[in-house]
């Protein structure tokens, strides 16, 4: 679907509107002028176009917009972040940060701790207990 002249100027409305905080400002007649070009384009790819190129804050006018070679016209990857997990026998009982965190951080004033876990699975437990009765238990089976 082609887009109309009402949508267009919607779409420069946002497309102003979405410019980020210190970067050039746009005006609506020149992003009207770049949606000219790429009027007989789909709409929803012209959305997407107008949103990637009003967040580019190097872009100094709209007229990538028009420009169906220009970067704006290219739908990037998203990059997606994972945490990463932090058990409780690697995170640092003073100081709360993972290991890797707290054995690489600078010390200041009368904080001297070293890397303590939080946790420490504690010896000879019930668990270790049930285990080795377990182990004894297969090692008789097998034995049979
Ligand atoms: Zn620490």
């Known amino acids: 679907m082609p887009v109309t002249k009402p949508q267009a100027e919607m779409l420069a409305t946002l497309a102003v509107a979405a410019r980020p905080h210190g970067a050039r ?3 609506a007649p020149g992003v009207m002028a770049a949606l000219a070009n790429i009027r007989h384009l789909d709409l929803a790819e012209v959305m997407m176009a107008v949103g990637r190129a009003a967040r580019d804050r190097t872009l100094e006018t709209p007229a990538a917009i028009g420009n169906t070679a220009a970067p704006c016209w290219i739908e990037r990857p998203v990059e997606r972040w994972t945490p990463t997990k932090t058990t409780r026998s690697d995170r640092c009982g003073e100081c709360n940060k993972p290991r890797d965190v707290c054995e690489r951080t600078a010390r200041w004033g009368d904080d001297t701790h070293e890397f303590r876990p939080d946790y420490i699975q504690p010896a000879g ?3 270790d207990e049930l285990r080795d009765i377990k182990h004894a ?6 034995e049979s």
């Open 25 to 27: 400002h746009w005006d």
């Open 125 to 127: 437990s019930a668990v």
């Open 137 to 142: 238990a297969m090692a008789a089976k097998e």
